[in-house]
């Protein structure tokens, strides 16, 4: 692969797989919404063509799980239509696709970990329209990697883990939902991980997130423990209490099982990532 043409380059995933993929000499062509936008097919489609890449990496996503309970139109704009025109572009110049989706794809009813060929029932819309996405990528491409992970945090966009060292700073006791898990994914692990099902060829579905499972509650107690904060309490608190406008599934918990199937789950575990992310 020469040449790799990474949409929604400058959000939290995109921004990391653009400096991935130059540092590994790779020709990057970045896609932001201020150069051509996905959900316009008359505008991302001849930017494609244009630039002729060997492989597409769609990054864009419209991710604010609560404001895709409001935004209904737009969250399927970006989610689905979004990934159809870049589809269309692909089939046509015959490159593969990679597009990620997310462990909201499921309800949550399974209590263990859920693997690819789990029958997906997604409670919010976002679920809803990253499975969208799912469906159009399966019935345009040939050549496709769909990629689902779980509670992504970057350095480079909003995540669990700034909020908590945030929220440290100003409060005593922080009150984080005890009844949902599932898995931390740091974004270097899911690029490395990515790029190696990518070199595999073996195109399908994978489910990519770090070792280990947790709810919120103790995922945020290591992160105060891990960044040596003395003074503040993580109290447990009930999903309900929150009153979100958004349902999630009480337990999402992904297993990386195509992985081990194919090319071996060489992913650390989340605690692991964690003390290299705070580092």
């Known amino acids: 692969m020469k040449r790799v043409l990474i949409t929604g380059s400058g959000g939290m995933l995109g921004s990391e797989m653009v400096q991935f993929y130059s540092e590994k000499k790779v020709d990057v062509i970045e896609v932001d919404i201020s150069n051509a936008d996905v959900t316009k097919k008359d505008d991302i489609i001849?930017?494609?063509?244009?630039?002729?890449?060997?492989?597409?990496?769609?990054?864009?996503g419209y991710t604010n799980v609560d404001i895709c309970e409001e935004e209904i139109d737009m969250a399927y704009?970006?989610?689905?239509?979004?990934?159809?025109?870049?589809?269309?572009?692909?089939?046509?110049?015959?490159?593969?696709?990679?597009?990620?989706?997310?462990?909201?794809?499921?309800?949550?009813?399974?209590?263990?970990?859920?693997?690819?060929?789990?029958?997906?029932?997604?409670?919010?819309?976002?679920?809803?329209?990253?499975?969208?996405?799912?469906?159009?990528?399966?019935?345009?491409?040939?050549?496709?990697?769909?990629?689902?992970?779980?509670?992504?945090?970057?350095?480079?966009?909003?995540?669990?883990?700034?909020?908590?060292l945030?929220?440290?700073?100003?409060?005593?006791?922080?009150?984080?939902?005890?009844?949902?898990?599932?898995?931390?994914?740091?974004?270097?692990?899911?690029?490395?991980?990515?790029n190696r099902v990518i070199e595999s060829g073996a195109f399908g579905v994978y489910h990519i997130s770090n070792k280990g499972i947790c709810s919120w509650f103790n995922f945020a107690k290591k992160i105060i423990e891990y960044s040596g904060i003395s003074n503040v309490e993580i109290v447990p608190i009930k999903s309900s209490k929150l009153e979100r406008k958004a349902k999630r599934p009480l337990y999402s918990k992904l297993k990386n099982y195509m992985l081990e199937l194919t090319i071996g789950d060489n992913i650390s575990d989340w605690e692991e990532s964690l003390r290299n992310y705070l580092k």
């Open 46 to 60: 001849p930017f494609i063509f244009n630039n002729k890449p060997d492989l597409v990496i769609h990054c864009a």
């Open 166 to 194: 945030n929220l440290s700073k100003t409060r005593d006791t922080i009150g984080v939902v005890d009844d949902q898990v599932g898995s931390p994914t740091f974004v270097p692990d899911l690029i490395k991980e990515t």
């Open 77 to 164: 704009k970006v989610n689905a239509v979004g990934i159809q025109n870049v589809c269309l572009a692909c089939k046509r110049l015959k490159i593969p696709v990679v597009y990620f989706s997310t462990d909201y794809v499921f309800d949550g009813l399974k209590q263990s970990p859920y693997i690819e060929f789990d029958v997906p029932n997604p409670l919010n819309v976002y679920g809803k329209s990253k499975l969208a996405g799912e469906i159009i990528v399966k019935d345009l491409m040939r050549e496709f990697f769909i990629i689902r992970t779980s509670w992504l945090c970057g350095h480079k966009g909003r995540n669990f883990v700034e909020t908590i």
